[in-house]
């Protein structure tokens, strides 16, 4: 697996491996076969793993604490704050207060088993606390050797810089792919500008990029995808019809739809790394895959042309969970 920078010389793996789903979210999960599919990563040179606190909630970071045991030193380990929840799974809404980051530390470090966190997020901006406060006590976590390296999710750019100015940022995390291209507006030039790197998150579509997608009844009952504007009514109709068109690009290069998806993300820049999620090693291994696949000026040309940018049909999120971006 190659090797790509981030914002203040943090070194991954070029293609990360998203734990979310292992424990919420995409149906049910099996964890035998997640915390393999987390020690076929680290084999094949996958090593930046990302989990937050509220996945499961609390269990996903266990669940990767487990897998990581005694092989931690070929990790870059990447958690988040900054959602809370209740063991039961309430949501009680985003927290930014200085004493809450000190403590959603603690318990991330205690559950991941780990005594530093690589890359901590902040998960969702609080608007009630100025980012100069949360970002005040998330530099006191570095200097107390708890964290190497700060990041921020779905922050507007002008939070961005005014986290920046208080300790550099080093990656931001953020919906990128063929089907969200909202950070080529104004975000990828204000990342450059000061030096952060791009983590992208969903760089398969919610999986309409796989190809696997045919219709919601394709989707597990407790998936979450059943409740998304993109796979509803005529959204998902529009949608299936862009994701078929990529599929179709695939089969002439004789490479898999989310290899040729997660191709593209790889090659809007050398700062960018996508974090595709999965819980089985096959997809894992077909996902990896994608690092040597190298697309040509004709291809991204006529991947553009299949899924323009703006012809997704539906939000990304319902709409509780827009109002919780672009803080």
Known sequence: ???????????????????????ESYGPGDDAESVATIHRALDLGVTFLDTSDIYGPFTNERLVGRAIAGRRDEVVLATKFGIERLPDGTRVGVNGRPEYVRAACDASLQRLGVDHIDLYYQHRIDPAVPIEDTWGALSELVQAGKVRHLGLSEAAPATVRRAHAVHPVTAGQYEYSLFSRDPEDELLGTFRELGIGLVAYSPLGRGFLTGAITGIDALAADDFRRGNPRFQGENLDRNLALSDAVRELAAAKQVAPSQLALAWVLAQGDDIVPIPGTKRRAYL???????????????????EKAAPRDAVAGERYAADGMRGINR
């Open 1 to 23: 697996m190659q090797q790509r920078t981030l914002g203040q010389g943090l070194t991954t793996s070029a293609l990360g491996l998203g734990c979310m789903g292992m424990s």
């Open 285 to 303: 291994e077909q996902n990896a895959a994608a690092d040597e696949l190298r697309l040509t000026e004709e291809d991204l040309a006529a991947l």
